[in-house]
């Protein structure tokens, strides 16, 4: 009996050993967590990076990512480290991308033209005719102008004189096709020491080097005053100016009066002065002036870019049976793993299938050989946001108000450069606008001036490229206009009017007719749905004229 209750004894033991050892094996796997740096992108190419987790307690020393299909161009990425001076490809040019705002000097004589309205400066102590007057009068302060038409200032910009694009230009160097990356910069491995960028970045030349790619026809801004000589002598005073007058009396010159140049055409050209070339241009870039790399051209590596994560082997073109495109593998080397309670991130380059929710797989391998599969949803978004915009009130006197309303199709993350132009300002004016809750509406508004040489259509404008949903795609320009009438209309002339009786009557029904009449830009044009004031006695009648001015 005693045999009997031992030997059952001794079997429980052996159980209950067996459960406690199957227990100890299963929690000793790995435990994964993943996420990745966004879960909505745009559709291109693009670097992704994915996180894992490891809850523990086994270490993971094999990651691999699986996409579906309908994804290319699949690969880990480089590190170039920062300070870095790489190749441009000899497959590819040596583009690069200016951007604005950017100092170059010209490496090129350059005649320019300046449009109708620039600004210009008249020194003291020159000449100028007033027609107004019939005489000369010389300036006793500066004085601000601007040229009443378009006008070539002959070859007044010289090699060495500071300039900058007025929007990102795309430009060749000519001479070193060295660029330095000025950050820890990601790239995607093609083969052997060549790379490309997944996204535009920056870098910076090497040594002084000219460029070219601009046109005749092409603005810039000077970065230095200019002192040139207009080709065209006729100017109009911005502000009012202090001269004197035939020489001897002095008196002023008002804001708005057309006057001449007279004994020279010599003019300043203030900075940030907008001037356009004539014929084709090159510029030099000084060393170590930022450009943008374009998207997608190949660099080739003078020294080895360092794999991501460090001390991690990358292997591409992996079969996995969860997708037909080839994966992407990750190994620690030696000791290199994710340990317990630890993370470690994983970059790659990929270019993204059209709009769609897709799920990318991710699969961890522990050090004991066990794997977990997790599964991560990615939606892609290629549309295009679109806009418009309204104006109200569509005709609007000096100094008034006027209310300007953008609708999105979608929410934006950003909506920047709403311009106004009026007819022959100088320069834009840019708008502040205020979003609603969802970023959906977006209002502002811009107040008209007094200057009345402005009057007729002005152009409101949102630049495409400066809005873009929350993904990053970018919209497409779109703008409205709204016509400015500064002048007050010519006094009417009621003689116009017949068929009143000469002498009473008691006939009290009469009909009045007529075609009223503006004045708009200095023209007489027909009242279109405009309001003509009728008086009878203390009486007022309003009445809405037609669209050619008719009313009765």
Not at 444 to 464: F, H, L
Request: charged share 20%.
């Amino acid at each position: 009996m005693k045999d009997r209750l031992a030997l059952v004894i001794a079997v429980l033991l052996l159980t209950s050993t067996a459960f406690v050892i199957s227990t100890t094996s299963v929690s000793a796997t790995h435990t994964p967590t993943v996420s990745i740096d966004d879960d909505a992108v745009k559709a291109g190419t693009m670097v992704r990076t994915i996180t894992i987790y490891n809850a523990g307690p086994a270490p993971i020393d094999n990651v691999r990512v699986i996409l579906p299909s309908g994804f290319s161009n699949f690969a880990p990425t480089k590190k170039v480290p920062k300070d870095n001076i790489v190749e441009i490809e000899v497959s590819t040019n040596n583009l690069i991308i200016l951007r604005a705002g950017t100092l170059v000097q010209l490496a090129t004589t350059e005649a320019v033209e300046l449009a109708d309205n620039t600004d210009v400066i008249r020194l003291e102590n020159t000449w100028v005719y007033v027609p107004d007057w019939g005489e000369n009068a010389m300036l006793k302060e500066n004085g601000l102008l601007e040229v009443r038409q378009a006008t070539n200032t002959g070859d007044n910009l010289v090699i060495g004189d500071n300039v900058a694009p007025v929007l990102d230009k795309e430009l060749t160097l000519t001479t070193d096709n060295r660029v330095r990356v000025i950050a820890d910069t990601q790239v995607v491995l093609v083969s052997g020491n060549t790379v490309k960028l997944p996204e535009n970045a920056l870098v910076e030349v090497v040594v002084d080097d000219d460029a070219t790619g601009y046109g005749s026809g092409e603005n810039v801004t000077l970065k230095v005053e200019k002192t040139v000589t207009l080709q065209d002598n006729h100017v109009r005073t911005v502000n009012l100016v202090n001269v004197r007058r035939g020489g001897v009396t002095s008196t002023n010159i008002d804001a708005g009066v057309s006057i001449e140049l007279y004994v020279n055409n010599n003019a300043v050209l203030p900075v940030a002065t907008k001037v356009k070339f004539t014929s084709a241009a090159t510029v030099t870039l000084p060393e170590n002036t930022d450009v943008i790399r374009p998207a997608e051209n190949r660099l080739e590596l003078i020294s080895l870019a360092e794999n991501q994560p460090d001390n991690w082997m990358q292997t591409t073109g992996v079969s996995d049976p969860l997708s037909t495109v080839a994966a992407v593998e990750w190994k620690g080397i030696g000791d290199n793993k994710i340990a317990k309670e630890k993370s470690l991130t994983f970059p790659f380059a990929v270019t993204t299938p059209g709009t769609g929710t897709y799920t990318i797989y991710v699969r961890t391998t522990d050090n004991l050989g066990d794997s977990k599969i997790k599964e991560i949803p990615f939606t892609v978004d290629g549309d295009a946001p679109t806009a418009t915009v309204t104006v109200s009130p569509r005709w609007v006197k000096d100094n008034q108000v006027i209310n300007i309303r953008v609708e999105a199709s979608e929410t934006l993350a950003k909506l920047e450069n709403v311009m106004v132009e009026e007819n022959n300002a100088p320069e834009n004016t840019q708008i502040v606008m205020t979003p609603n809750a969802d970023n959906t509406v977006w209002t502002g508004s811009y107040m008209t001036g007094d200057n009345s040489k402005r009057d007729g259509t002005a152009k409101i404008y949102v630049i495409g490229a400066q809005f873009e949903d929350l993904v990053g795609n970018k919209g497409s320009s779109v703008e409205n206009t709204f016509t400015v009438d500064r002048l007050k209309p010519f006094k009417p002339n009621i003689s116009a009017l017949t068929g009143f009786p000469t002498s009473p009557t008691n006939d009290g029904s009469w009909t009045i007719e007529g075609t009223a009449q503006d004045n708009f830009r200095g023209d007489t044009v027909n009242l279109e749905n405009g309001t003509v004031k009728i008086r009878f006695g203390t009486d007022v009648v309003d009445v809405t004229a037609n669209a050619v001015g008719y009313f009765y």
